[in-house]
């Protein structure tokens, strides 16, 4: 059950909130755009991209509000969406919140809450030291810092004497550093916020301020002396106040080791099935996978989501295993793995997997009952996140709602679509070539039928020769490769030369008949009309979302207000 976390960082200031739009039983503020939309990133943007980006923000707002009004919120497969998401969003935060997050120490926790507001322009010089993550040959550690602090004495007399301390440093990372980037761009590493690094070199990059010059850090790859140039309010500090803390939580998660993680995850898992006593039926569950593997070598099939549930049709009656005094059966199981997704289905090989799978199965039920009790889906990180999924799952149920709502086109538009086409040859069979041939498995045969023909014997005298079958084939313009190029290439009643065919045989071809192209009957191509045309109407609406719901909702905040 345990899964890797990533975590994302936040903060919030007291900064004053915009109003993006009111629809009247919310509003819809900024932090809400740039939970979404990193402030720094976006605004580094250019013009067009930040537009975009917004637009696009509010065309799902714009579309989950109409959504509500007409009720598609409300249908069963939006509901079987939502509540799925809802469930990986359980399990995800309650192992987040209640197994990994107690083994963080609150120093830590504190640490993190004190530097998640920042941002940092960061330059470095690099040292590296034999036996580093480096590519390279170095000194030894006490070596090579012997040299570092020579070099670090020295930055700190020139700042001393020099009115712009960045030149200074990125002279001496041109001359000094260790990094193969520093060529380019002179020990720039760029703007840092907290949770972008590994601790050994964020937590001590930390405790420096804008014009600060860093003690040597030591990395596994290497030394670094590091300045900071400038110091801004990170993008994190532009979220919603109230997730100020869940977001402190999670990125302080990063001080956990992962295999102190897994180890937590998995004693975790082992202590709740043994509290309900899990006990599996080994009789019961041997003879299944028994019944299993006899049902996928007779019907030839792999495993999967659709092969187990077309196997377990049959509904043998017994019980799987028992659980908090509850015993389950195969039934049970044939829900469980409907409802699953196709790739979170494993293989089922051996006892252990199937053991395995359904203690999976278990431990997510238990897991968010314990979320639900606990009330982890009100956590402000949670409900932002589900609502991002829920606007998702209503946008593409939103488009489909548009495109079964349009209605066939008119006989007479398809008409005036294909009239239209007869005009530009859009409608007609292509052009063809009618031709005899005569087929050869070896190049010296072949060449030997052309000498005879070049001497005047007849085409068609050869085909009762080869023992061959005279029959009219037809090449349409464009296709068979050397044998079209070549029945293109032809007059009436004109042999080719030997033609070597993709197949590796070959051909000796005669040009009968040439045919033009000719326009399509209506009604042979009517079909292909009307969906073409319906598929143009489909990717007009969507294009026509945004402009038309905004309309619609005199939606009318000008994306520049937030720069």
């Known amino acids: 059950m345990y899964k890797k976390l990533f975590c994302f960082v936040f903060v919030s200031f007291a900064f004053s909130q915009v109003v993006l739009h009111d629809f009247g039983y919310k509003k819809l503020y900024d932090y809400d755009f740039f939970y979404e939309n990193p402030k720094n990133q976006w605004v580094d943007l250019d013009s067009t991209k930040q537009k975009e980006a917004f637009e696009s923000f509010i065309k799902k707002e714009l579309v989950f509000h109409e959504s509500k009004l007409l009720g598609i919120n409300n249908s069963p497969d939006v509901f079987k969406k939502t509540q799925e998401r809802k469930k990986q969003l359980l399990v995800n935060h309650y192992y987040e919140r209640e197994v990994a997050l107690p083994l963080v120490e609150p120093f830590y926790v504190e640490n ?40 670090y004495n020295n930055i700190e007399k020139s700042f001393i004497s020099s009115e712009n301390k960045l030149d200074v440093f990125k002279d001496f990372a041109s001359k000094h550093s260790n990094d193969p980037s520093v060529v380019n761009n002179q020990g720039y590493l760029g703007w840092v916020s907290w949770g972008r690094s590994i601790d050994e070199f964020q937590i001590p990059l930390f405790l420096l301020e804008e014009g600060g010059l860093s003690s040597p850090i030591l990395t596994p790859y290497g030394f670094h002396l590091v300045y900071i140039e400038k110091e801004r309010h990170s993008s994190f500090s532009f979220y919603k106040k109230e997730t100020t803390k869940d977001f402190v939580n999670k990125a302080s998660l990063q001080s956990l ?26 009789s019961f569950a041997d003879q299944v996978l028994i019944d299993l593997q006899d049902f996928m070598k007779n019907s030839n099939l792999r495993g999967g989501k659709k092969t187990y549930l077309d196997f377990l049709q049959n509904n043998k009656p017994g019980v799987l295993f028992v659980f908090k005094n509850k015993g389950f059966g195969l039934n049970w199981l044939k829900n469980k793995v409907s409802q699953t997704p196709s790739t979170r289905i494993p293989s089922i090989k051996t006892k252990e997997d199937f053991s395995k799978l359904l203690s999976d199965f278990i431990l997510q039920d238990e897991v968010v009952d314990r979320a639900l009790n606990k009330n982890i889906i009100s956590l402000p990180v949670v409900e932002a996140e589900f609502f991002k999924h829920k606007k998702n799952i209503l946008y593409n149920a939103y488009i489909k709602h548009l495109n079964d709502s349009l209605l066939p086109p008119d006989s007479s538009v398809i008409k005036n679509i294909y009239k239209k086409g007869l005009s530009d040859s859009s409608f007609y069979s292509p052009e063809k070539r009618l031709v005899y041939s005569l087929n050869f498995s070896s190049l010296s045969e072949a060449d030997s039928v052309l000498a005879l023909l070049k ?25 068979r490769g050397p044998l079209g190029d070549a029945a293109f290439s032809l ?32 009604t042979g191509v009517y079909n292909e009309i009307e969906l073409k045309y319906l598929k143009e109407e489909k990717k007009l609406l969507k294009k026509n979302i945004y402009n038309a719901l905004k309309n619609k909702h005199s939606f009318s905040f000008n994306y520049k207000e937030l720069l």
Not at 125 to 136: K, M, V
Not at 457 to 477: G, V, W
């Open 491 to 522: 007059n009436k009643k004109e042999y080719s030369s030997v033609i070597k065919n993709t197949d590796k045989t070959f051909s000796i071809i005669m040009l009968i008949d040439k045919q033009p192209p000719l326009p399509l009957p209506f």
């Open 112 to 151: 993190v809450s004190k530097n998640i507001n920042r941002d940092l322009l960061v330059y470095h010089i690099l040292f590296g030291y034999e036996g580093c993550a480096l590519e390279g040959s170095f000194s030894k550690k006490d070596v090579v810092l012997d040299s570092l602090m020579s070099v």
């Open 257 to 282: 080791p992962f295999d102190l993680l897994k180890e937590t995850s998995i004693k975790h898992d082992s202590l709740l099935l043994s509290d309900g006593f899990f006990k599996l039926n080994d």
């Open 455 to 479: 001497k005047g014997n007849p085409f068609e005298s050869f085909f009762a020769t080869l023992k061959q079958t005279k029959k009219l084939k037809t090449i349409n313009k464009g296709s």
